[in-house]
């Protein structure tokens, strides 16, 4: 008999976040941007260093530290600790992991924390040298990084789905207008369709709009027993987590993410569908990716991207990355950009998302997507989120 | 640069796998032989127009390239090939390279 895991011990009860900068001082590193949301995260939850017992952290910039050394600088004593590196969906398979071990009474109160500070130049280099297979089959031929690699993706799903650039467009700028409503997002200016379609291209068919924008920044959230949210805080709850690793080794086209192998599990196990989500952070390194888990989804009605892009994301109808997402708001490494996406899901079920409010949001979904290990991404995980009574 | 791809087949079954395997995802063998694969067909292409950190780059064609016995590989591209072409495989060191077949 399956089991069905229930998470009633579980509530993110606060959330954090650093500044997220472009162009960190020399010094900066990951480290302070994590302390930074940190600070900020165990002020939202009314909860003293000491009294956290776990901690999570994704990074792809604390090396060579590990995660025990991070908690040492970081002044933490616990009796649970994990370490995730895989890519875009670490933070959300650190979530995972985090909700479990409480399920479990492995801690009671953990710190899921994520944050890079590569620098450009530093990104450059770990883009060339990300593992075995880039550094040695595809960093010669002028690869530079996953641009090249959703550059191509995203040219076969326009042929596979009847997309044109301008559709992309739409989603860039839906969530750059999304983006105005959050202080922390880097680039918040409106963008036009003339501005999208006037920017010099990077991969074709990536034009600079396309190409998530690396960052230094940090993002924290705390897990932990529902009763213990502030007072008046309003508690959120986990619905059901879905997680899927080299779901098709890297053989295919690529336009079908792990969540096509999860998806039917994930809506099963909270008992709601695509129609009932209020709100979702889908992870968004390149418009591309956006489709293909919206479509792996169940949230595209008959895979007609187009159509749902015009009906529902260029009118912003379909709250989707409703912080501005990473496309405007930034990339702290990958990893951090699935720990955001939770937490604005958070912030939105707990009606605290100021100008970018949804209205009425009861539940919502987040998901996580990356470690492009040659082709695409082989990593994937989501979760519903559920407001608490 | 030398003619032909060096890839990996599995002892057990055929399968044909670029970068290497040690454990075959289609039957599960673990004994692959060394195979040189000599041609392969382009399914798309871009071109790196910039990167990163690089302030005098030259573009660069790259290609996803299904190969002969079944896998799909990037490919940088010598000459002027474009989807759906024939192409003949080469490598410098372990990157691999294609150009219309001759």
Same mark, same amino acid.
């Given at each position: 008999m399956a089991i069905r895991p229930?998470?009633?011990?579980?509530?993110?009860i606060g959330v954090g976040q650093s500044a997220y900068t472009r162009r960190p001082e020399p010094g900066l590193l990951a480290h302070h941007f994590i302390r930074d949301a940190i600070v900020a995260a165990l002020a939202d939850a009314e909860m003293?260093?000491?009294?956290?017992?776990g901690l999570a952290i994704s990074s792809m910039s604390i090396a060579p530290d590990s995660a025990v050394d991070v908690a040492w600088r970081l002044g933490l004593a616990v009796r649970w600790l994990h370490q995730d590196t895989? $890519?875009?969906s670490s933070s959300i398979s650190a979530f995972g992991a985090a909700a479990r071990a409480i399920e479990m009474g492995a801690a009671k109160n953990i710190l899921v924390v994520a944050g890079d500070a590569t620098g450009l130049a530093g990104y450059a280099k770990l883009a060339a040298n990300f593992n075995r297979a880039i550094r040695d089959?595809?960093?010669?031929?002028?690869?530079?990084? #996953?641009n090249t690699a959703y550059a191509l993706l995203t040219a076969r799903q326009m042929k596979a789905y009847g997309l044109e650039k301008a559709d992309y467009g739409h989603m860039a700028i839906a969530q750059r207008t999304w983006a105005a $409503?959050?202080?922390?997002?880097v680039y918040r200016d409106p963008m036009t369709m003339e501005d999208y379609l006037a920017a010099p291209m990077v991969v074709d068919p990536l034009c600079r709009f396309d190409c998530v924008p690396v960052v230094a920044g940090g993002q924290a959230i705390v897990l932990a027993?529902?009763?213990?949210?502030?007072?008046?805080r309003i508690p959120v709850h986990i619905k059901a987590l879905g997680y899927s690793f080299n779901?098709?080794?890297?053989?295919?086209? $690529?336009?079908?993410?792990?969540a096509s192998v999860f998806a039917k599990d994930l809506w099963d196990l909270a008992g709601v569908? #695509?129609?009932?989500?209020? &709100?979702a952070s889908i992870y968004d390194d390149y418009p591309a990716m956006v489709v293909a888990q919206l479509d792996d989804l169940g949230f595209i009605p008959d895979h007609d991207a187009k159509r749902f892009i015009h009906a529902r994301i260029k009118d912003r109808?379909?709250? &989707?990355?409703?912080?501005?997402?990473m496309l405007s708001?930034?990339?702290?490494? $990958?990893?951090?950009g699935g720990l955001n996406g939770i937490s604005e899901v958070t912030l939105q079920l707990q009606h605290?998302?100021?100008?970018r409010q949804i209205p009425n949001a009861r539940l919502g979904l987040s998901t996580g997507y990356g470690m492009?290990?040659?082709?695409?991404?082989?990593t994937a995980g989501a979760a519903i989120l559920e407001r608490g009574a | 640069m030398t003619p032909g791809l060096n890839a990996w087949k599995c002892k057990s079954c055929g399968a044909v796998y670029f970068?290497?395997?040690?454990?075959?995802?289609?039957?599960?063998?673990?004994i692959f032989e060394a195979t040189i694969v000599e041609e392969g067909v382009i399914e798309d292409m871009t071109m790196v127009r910039h990167v990163l950190g690089q302030k005098d780059w030259q573009p660069k064609p790259i290609a996803t390239v299904l190969i002969d016995g079944g896998a799909r590989i990037l490919a940088g591209v010598l000459d002027g090939s474009g989807p759906n072409d024939r192409v003949s495989l080469a490598q410098e060191e372990s990157a691999p390279y294609v150009q219309r077949k001759t």
């Open positions: 229930t998470y009633e011990n579980t509530a993110v003293k260093l000491n009294e956290i017992d895989n $890519g875009g089959h595809a960093a010669a031929l002028g690869y530079g990084g #996953p $409503g959050n202080p922390f997002a027993h529902p009763d213990r949210a502030p007072k008046g779901h098709d080794h890297q053989a295919t086209d $690529g336009l079908k993410t792990g569908g #695509p129609d009932d989500i209020n &709100v109808s379909f709250p &989707v990355n409703t912080w501005g997402g708001a930034g990339q702290p490494g $990958g990893t951090a605290r998302a100021g100008d492009t290990m040659y082709r695409y991404g082989s | 970068p290497e395997r040690y454990l075959c995802a289609d039957c599960g063998g673990h």
